[in-house]
């Protein structure tokens, strides 16, 4: 075929140009008609989030000084290719692979001296031209237990110490570079999202004041810091200045997100501030501005409720870690309203009243904590908390102590009751960055203990029982009330708030055993109340009016000598249309749902099966997997 005419060439460009330019104006015309007249597709102009997205927004790795120094080989981009699906090879050289690629991950390794073990392997020249830092590289160097036993009890001095040896060195912001560098390596907008992120680690008296810092953007403004550490503060106001400043420099945006209050004795959810003020409306602002979620649940612990708060419910002692903290202080029940995430929220219904702001008003999410790098939140296939337990015949998978390693017996947690970790549930237009951290911001979350179960409510005033039968009803949802973390509007004369529920069960996991509404409210006389209300219920039972319970339990299909159960029990799907019975218009209250899965076998129980080993008396074996919403509040003005 002969070339074109350099003329003809030209001329047809130029029609080409016209007619493109044709198109898009008529295209123009044709969407800017459609905004003024309904449209065939009932999905133009969706503006709803209609995808969930599971992911961990709290794993560590190699460059963690906890994880690294206690044997943890994996790096940034080993946790997020783990997360994605592909096969690894975890710290003690074993095949480990997830069943099913997660949608998202953040890597947060701790700020306090960030990469130092790596930097130790790798003999960083700023890390070995400083005294400290060269000392640390020789005792690792040795390859003995004790050299490295020796070394871990060094850094634990200086980090109780709050004072930084490596003060002054820059492979702390080498090794952040690193880490941003890595996330961004592995980001694919629309398939796998990776959030750049660190932990904060502060621990006044070996109290637990950890927070993971995420941030919505990427590279070009996350490398314009270093992270904050526990060596700059510990007061979590400090934070907040910090991540203030961080927004006003760079046009960024973060949140911080508070973890493991079981373990704070009392000082998460404290009466007062870290500098000993009493709370303020703008501590309460600020707080709710940069911490707008909280992690409920992660292997150190479940914090949702504590049967000592909670009496009247009998499933408030799940997974519970009480005996005390890192430190030498020993856990009191005083301390404990100020420690878990139910009581939390009731509390700020109280500050509200008082201040006009709740400053614990906070949406949930579940993660794992893990520090071996591997999010591995299936039952079946856990890998421990550190990398020295991962899984083995050896009795230090289930004895080691992960708490209280110095304590009496009685102050010790030992490895059995760690637990495989959450997961986060995000509700998001799309799989990006943006998306997953605007979801967060606005509470638009929930937790899950490490299933994926799937969950949405919908409460307003408008809602009647016949919502469960619309194929819309997440459209119907969003135009008549409101989602997860949001706010009901005030009761008009005689109004009532109605809730609508769909909860599907994870499709590779157990079912569904019931769905509750778990609603707290601060009552006429000032007096901060709670009640679990069973909404829905598998297997044909029925609710108990008197009781508001489920008339009976599930049942249990566990087979402990097998490690194994079935779905023979329970349902896939549960749905609820909920009314509050007992709605007071002048009540401050908030609700969220829990749902329950049938009981299913322990990560314990796997061990047992695969290693030929015999649980001792008191080891946990079964457990019942659940997701907590964020809640919906309610304010009479």
């Known amino acids: 075929m002969s070339p074109l005419n350099p003329k003809l060439r030209v001329a047809c460009a130029a029609l080409s140009t016209m007619l493109l330019a044709s198109t898009a104006s008529a295209q123009d015309e044709v969407i800017a008609a459609a905004s003024d007249r309904r449209d065939y597709s009932p ?49 003690t050289g074993i095949p480990v692979q997830l069943q099913r690629p997660l949608d998202w991950l953040a890597v947060t390794d701790h700020a306090e001296n960030l990469g130092l073990p790596v930097a130790i392997v790798e003999r960083n020249p700023d890390l070995v031209a400083n005294e400290w830092g060269r000392l640390m590289a020789e005792l690792f160097s040795l390859g003995t237990t004790d050299a490295a036993r020796a070394a871990i009890d060094s ?6 110490a709050l004072e930084d040896p490596l003060e002054g060195t820059d492979f702390g912001r080498s090794s952040w570079h690193r880490i941003i560098e890595a996330a961004e390596v592995h980001d694919a907008p629309g398939r796998f999202t990776t959030l750049i992120g660190f932990e904060w680690t502060p621990a006044p008296g070996g109290a637990n004041l950890h927070r993971n810092v995420l941030f919505r953007d990427g590279k070009q403004h996350a490398e314009q810091i270093v992270p904050i550490s526990a060596y700059d503060t510990e007061d979590p106001e400090k934070l907040w200045d910090w991540m203030q400043a961080y927004e006003q420099k760079t046009g960024g ?8 209050g079981n373990l704070s004795n009392g000082l998460m959810f404290d009466d007062t501030t870290r500098s000993g003020k009493e709370l303020s ?22 914090g949702e409720a504590h049967s000592f708060l909670s009496p009247e419910d009998e499933f408030a002692d799940f997974e519970t870690w009480d005996k005390g903290s890192f430190g030498p202080v020993p856990k009191s029940p005083e301390m404990l309203p100020r420690e878990y995430a139910r009581e939390a929220l009731k509390r700020g219904l109280a500050y509200e009243e008082r201040l006009g702001v709740n400053p614990f008003k906070f949406g949930m999410i579940g993660s794992t904590d893990s520090h071996t790098g591997l999010s591995t939140v299936e039952e079946s296939n856990f890998f421990g ?80 029982r016949d919502a469960l039968y619309r194929p819309d009803l997440t459209r119907f949802g969003y135009e008549n009330g409101v989602p997860m973390g949001g706010d009901l509007r005030p009761a008009r004369d005689g109004e009532v708030p109605s809730f609508v529920v769909r909860a ?18 601060l009552d006429r006389d000032g007096e901060v109340r709670e009640q679990v209300f069973d909404a829905a219920c598998a297997g044909g039972r ?21 490690a194994r159960y079935t779905n023979a ?43 030929g080993v015999k649980l001792r008396d008191g080891d946990p074996r079964i457990i019942q997997e659940r997701a907590y919403t964020s809640p919906i509040w309610y304010s009479p003005r």
């Not at 961990?56 to 699906?85: C, N």
């Not at 850094?155 to 109780?160: A, G, S």
Request: hydrophobic residues 40%.
């Open 253 to 260: 945006r973060l949140i911080a997100v508070a973890h493991n």
């Open 504 to 521: 599907m069960r994870d499709p590779d996991g157990a079912n569904l055993d019931r769905i509750q509404i778990v609603k707290g409210w």
């Open 281 to 302: 409306a703008e501590y309460g602002r600020r707080r709710t501005r940069f911490e707008p979620i909280y992690e409920v649940t992660q292997t150190k612990g479940d």
């Open 542 to 562: 029925s609710i108990i009016a008197s009781t508001h319970r489920c008339d009976g339990p599930v049942g249990n299909t566990v087979d402990l000598a097998h």
């Open 385 to 464: 908390k550190i990398a020295a337990l991962e899984p083995t015949a050896d009795p230090i998978r289930f004895d080691e102590p992960v708490i209280g390693r110095l304590s009496k017996e009685e102050g010790k947690i030992r490895a059995w009751k760690a637990n495989a970790g959450g997961l986060v549930a995000v509700w998001a237009r799309e799989n990006t960055r943006e998306e997953i951290f605007d979801a967060m911001a606005r509470k638009e979350v929930y937790a899950t203990t490490g299933t994926r179960i799937r969950v949405r409510v919908f409460g307003g005033f408008g809602f009647r």
């Open 43 to 91: 999905f133009v102009g969706k503006d709803y989030p209609d995808r969930i997205l599971f992911g961990d927004a709290h794993v560590h790795t190699s460059f963690s000084p906890d994880a690294g120094m206690a044997g943890t080989r994996l790096l940034p981009g080993d946790a997020y290719r783990f997360a994605k699906g592909e096969l690894v090879t975890s710290s």
């Open 155 to 160: 850094y634990q001095k200086v980090l109780n």
């Open 569 to 611: 029990i329970g349902a896939s799907m549960l749905e609820a249309y909920w009314k509050d019975p007992d709605f007071d218009p002048v009540e401050r209250a908030f609700y969220y749902v829990r749902v329950l899965e049938i009981p299913t076998p322990r990560w314990t129980v796997y061990d047992a099966k695969f290693f």
